[in-house]
Nanobody
């Protein structure tokens, strides 16, 4: 059974950087597209970034484009989210997700993702 475990969250100040990691197990990582989503208190889950199985296809939410970078290391079964120039509005729980339905696509649609991690909290103070 596929399991996803995120790490790297924390409390930082505006302008700081964080790198989130998500370790995949229980399947063939390179067969899955991967995504990052966030959920702030009292709000719906939102798309952040996604990457296709080979790493050649990526997509970003407009609010993070130019500040966040998604990448993957298939040898380590890990997907990363490098977050630069963080803003207070980035505060949320960040979860990674795995998509085998459309593995070459960097999908923004949460319904494409069958497996989800528990999430890691990112808090950005002003």
């Amino acid at each position: 059974q596929v399991q996803l475990v995120e790490s790297g969250g924390g409390l930082v100040q505006a302008g700081d950087s964080l790198r989130l990691s998500c370790v995949f197990s229980g399947g063939t990582f390179s067969s899955y597209a991967m995504g990052w989503f966030l959920q702030a208190p009292g709000k719906e889950r939102e798309f952040v970034a996604a990457i296709g199985r080979g790493g050649g296809s990526t997509a970003y939410a407009g609010s993070v484009k130019g500040r966040f970078t998604i990448s993957r290391d298939n040898a380590k079964s890990t997907v990363y989210l490098q977050m630069n120039n963080l803003k207070p509005e980035d505060t949320a729980v960040y979860s990674c997700a795995a998509n085998r339905r459309t593995p070459y696509s960097a999908s923004y649609d949460p319904s494409a993702y069958a497996y989800w991690g528990q999430g890691t909290q990112v808090t950005v103070s002003s």
